[in-house]
């Protein structure tokens, strides 16, 4: 199985902070890398896709890079309805694997 | 806009079967992949199975595969997954996604909670 190693687990930002999560897979895995939102008791929400392709309706402010094993998320600017937890997925192999999480607070 | 919604959560006792169905509108269910995933309480997300857009072809987790079988009723836009020999550990919220080509999955349900309880 595909292992995802999502750093930090958790992170305290104030607004307007650029903040940056890394994702790194135990193997190759391309490009086929999603990054979601999850608010508490909702369901996860897509950011980012192909390891760089903003989904639509989603703001600038996400960005994703990287490709074969490392891949990061940035927020360029840290805004209050940004609270929340963050997850990369890969796609490339069966079983779909998760990273861990990062738990972002505003500070 | 597309929809996914999912049903037949319950509380069940361990070794205990219940059937979740997802049903999806407003866009061509037969012609998207769809997978099962769930989040335990406080934990994070784990995929759990999928299902091509024909029903053709099948994954699951190890943690589920010979337990949980994944099925689709594409004529009733409607995801399934039967659950038998439930145990403890499968207490989770499970959400159905469908899955836009092979890099994303774009759409979510709001998830059915699954709770296994003696």
């Known amino acids: 199985d595909i292992q995802l190693t999502q750093s930090p687990p958790f992170l305290s930002a104030s607004v307007g902070d650029r903040v940056t999560i890394t994702c790194r897979a135990s193997?190759?895995?391309?490009?086929?890398l999603a990054w979601y939102q999850q608010k508490a008791g909702k369901a996860p929400k897509l950011l980012i896709y192909?390891?760089?392709t903003l989904q639509s309706g989603v703001p600038s402010r996400f960005s994703g890079s990287g490709s074969g094993t490392e891949f990061t998320l940035t927020i360029s600017s840290l805004q209050p309805e940004d609270f929340a937890t963050y997850y990369c997925?890969?796609?490339?192999?069966?079983?779909?694997?998760f990273g861990g999480g990062t738990k972002v607070e505003i500070k | 806009e597309v929809h996914l919604l999912e049903s037949g959560g319950d509380v069940v006792q361990p070794g205990g079967s219940l059937r979740l169905s997802c049903v999806g509108s407003?866009?061509?269910?037969?012609?998207?992949?769809m997978s099962w995933f769930r989040q335990a309480p406080g934990k994070g997300l784990e995929w759990v199975s999928a299902?091509?857009?024909?029903?053709?072809?099948?994954h699951y987790a190890d943690s589920v595969r010979g337990r949980l079988t994944i099925s689709r009723d594409n004529p009733e836009n409607t995801l399934y997954l039967q659950m038998n020999n439930l145990r403890l550990e499968d207490t989770a919220v499970y959400y159905c996604?469908?899955?836009?080509?092979?890099?994303?999955?774009?759409?979510w349900g709001q998830g059915t909670l699954v709770t296994v309880s003696s």
């Open positions: 407003d866009f061509a269910f037969p012609s998207y992949a």
């Open positions: 192909a390891a760089s």
């Open positions: 997925q890969q796609l490339n192999t069966y079983p779909l694997t």
């Open positions: 996604a469908r899955r836009d080509g092979g890099y994303r999955f774009d759409y």
């Open positions: 299902i091509s857009s024909s029903a053709g072809s099948t």
């Open positions: 193997q190759g895995i391309s490009s086929y």
